[in-house]
């Protein structure tokens, strides 16, 4: 692509209020965003922390009330129009018409926006719709029907992909299609920022990613730093659990039994927790790491169970909690 700039999205400062009848309600607030070049770069954060707002404010959709946004170098939304034709994005369900197929959907578009016809098969086959293509659209699944809506934003082969949410709705199979679609498209050297509510899902797929709450980032790097920086869980197998309980939690860890097998959060090193047991007499028959993933990241990040805290992330491990909190909780 020999892009001379380093970033393709890069945010500083963005703010944005909206004024409701109940007075003023944040969206962003002094948000700073870098998105690499190449690869898949996951916007992460719970509902209503502002995810959408700055997606809207990067294509020119709403002002920022002040900070400043690039996309490639430009500064959007004034220099907009010269990278525009650089961008597709999916911000809300596209319209396509029921009766049509997929094929003609498309070529409709391409028509509307000035791309040639020649791009249609293309774009099918990269989002894996050609054997459907003569389909009509209304018998295609939620998966495929998205699938269609990435189709629509490639037709004029842009090198930035901004997709808000695109597995809303999609079962796991419709959900595996998008991500497998967004993966072979960062492979082939585009950029894709993908929102999403649930870290789990992105977090398989994501290169890179940032996390907001309340409108301001908590986090953003490589997937697997955030990661490898976060503090850990392990699972512990142990004869006597009341007695490795009380000790642990007297050394200041929270510890849960998840049947029979206790399960220590906010380990920074795990041969402490061993010291902490052995200093008692209490002996490990098995001590197993637990992976961390973004969401034990975001939690420890924000330690956030507080009023106002509307985080309906969808953890997929049920239980999860904030690793440091010295609660000592013993289910
Ligand atoms: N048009 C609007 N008028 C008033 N408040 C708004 C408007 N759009 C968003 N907000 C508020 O701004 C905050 C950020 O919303 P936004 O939709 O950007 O978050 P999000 O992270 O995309 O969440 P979701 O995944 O639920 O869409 C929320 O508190 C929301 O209520």
Do not use: W
Not at 310 to 330: L, N, T, V
Request: proline letters at 4%.
């Amino acid at each position: 692509m020999g892009d001379e700039h380093q970033l393709a999205i890069s945010t500083r400062g963005l703010r944005k209020t909206y004024r409701t009848r109940q007075g003023r309600s944040v969206g962003v607030q002094g948000l700073d965003l870098d998105v690499p070049v190449g690869g898949v770069h996951g916007f992460l954060g719970p509902n209503g922390s502002g995810k959408t707002t700055t997606i809207r404010m990067l294509l020119g959709l709403i002002r920022p009330d002040s900070g400043s946004a690039q996309i490639f170098g430009h500064e959007v939304p004034r220099d907009l129009p010269a990278v525009i034709d650089r961008v597709g994005a999916i911000v809300e369900s596209p319209k396509f018409y029921p009766a049509f197929s997929g094929r003609r959907n498309l070529e409709l578009l391409a028509t509307g926006i000035g791309a040639p016809r020649t791009e249609v098969d293309r774009v099918l086959a990269e989002v894996g719709l050609t054997e459907r293509a003569k389909d009509k659209f209304r018998g295609y699944s939620l998966g495929m029907k998205q699938r269609l809506a990435i189709a629509a934003t490639l037709l004029k082969d842009p090198d930035l992909l901004i997709f808000d949410e695109p597995t809303n709705g999609l079962d796991p199979a419709g959900i595996k299609e998008i991500r497998s679609t967004m993966r072979s498209l960062a492979d082939r050297g585009k950029t894709v920022l993908v929102s999403s509510h649930i870290l789990g899902e992105v977090e398989q797929v994501a290169d890179t990613v940032s996390i907001v709450s309340r409108g301001t980032l908590v986090a953003q790097g490589r997937v697997a730093d955030l990661i490898g920086a976060s503090t850990q869980s392990v699972r512990l197998c142990i004869t006597d659990t009341s007695a490795a309980t009380f000790a642990l939690v007297e050394a200041g860890y929270a510890v849960r039994d998840d049947a029979g097998v206790l399960v220590v959060d906010g380990v920074a090193e795990s041969s402490h927790v061993t010291r902490v047991l052995a200093d008692r007499g209490l002996y490990l028959s098995e001590l197993v790491p637990v992976r961390a993933d973004l969401e034990s990241v975001f939690l420890e990040l924000t330690g956030d169970d507080g009023p106002g805290a509307s985080h309906e992330i969808a953890f997929a491990g049920a239980g999860a909690r904030q690793p440091g909190d010295q609660g000592g909780e013993a289910a």
